[in-house]
């Protein structure tokens, strides 16, 4: 009973690994071709290597063996970390008649707040009192981009540990 529970296992997770792998690297190749002239080239690049090597990571299991436990914590540990770490980014916008929009988040903002004025000191006075919201969609975004930061991490790990072929002595 066992081994029946150990194989249906391993079929699911090779299922959940080729589907997260196919997804991620089609998505990261796709929004590095997307965001070629977007105002943030180097962050888009950045997002769209991590989906799309982590893609790849996830499809070649017979070349990057990643051990599943270690995988699962370093994965959850660096999703959790690098979105809280990317809410320290904050960019603010000033528009319209008067806007005042600031918000938190790397690569994707998730936590945001506006004000409206009659100028722009009030609408940032504004904004400053209001309550943060949060964009749970940005946010799965965000979890997703670092979890998979998290995969390359163990991958480079376990290809860093492993060990160089011994010279072939000389004929």
Same mark, same amino acid.
Request: aromatic share 4%; net charge positive.
């Given at each position: 009973?066992?081994?029946?529970?150990?194989?249906?296992?391993?079929?699911?997770?090779?299922?959940?690994r080729g589907v997260l792998g196919a997804v991620s690297l089609v998505g990261g190749l796709t929004w590095i071709l997307l965001t070629l002239g977007a105002p943030r080239p180097?962050?888009?690049?950045i997002v769209g290597g991590v989906l799309a090597g982590a893609g790849l990571v996830l499809?070649?299991?017979?070349?990057?063996p990643l051990p599943g436990r270690l995988t699962a914590a370093v994965t959850a540990t660096t999703a959790a970390a690098g979105t809280l770490a990317g809410a320290l980014t904050e960019s603010t916008q000033l528009g319209g008649m008067y806007v005042y929009v600031a918000s938190r988040g790397w690569p994707s903002a998730?936590?945001?707040?506006?004000?409206?004025?009659?100028? +722009? *000191?009030?609408?940032?006075?504004?904004?400053?009192?209001?309550?943060?919201q949060i964009d749970a969609v940005n946010l799965a975004a965000d979890l997703y981009v670092w979890a998979l930061a998290g995969v390359l991490l163990v991958a480079a790990a376990g290809l860093a540990r492993r060990e160089a072929?011994?010279?072939? +002595? *000389?004929?």
């Open positions: 009973m066992d081994a029946i529970r150990q194989t249906t296992r391993g079929r699911a997770g090779a299922a959940v180097v962050a888009d690049l499809l070649m299991p017979h070349r990057v998730w936590l945001s707040r506006g004000g409206l004025g009659g100028d +722009p *000191a009030t609408a940032r006075q504004v904004a400053e009192q209001s309550g943060w072929p011994a010279p072939e +002595p *000389a004929r």
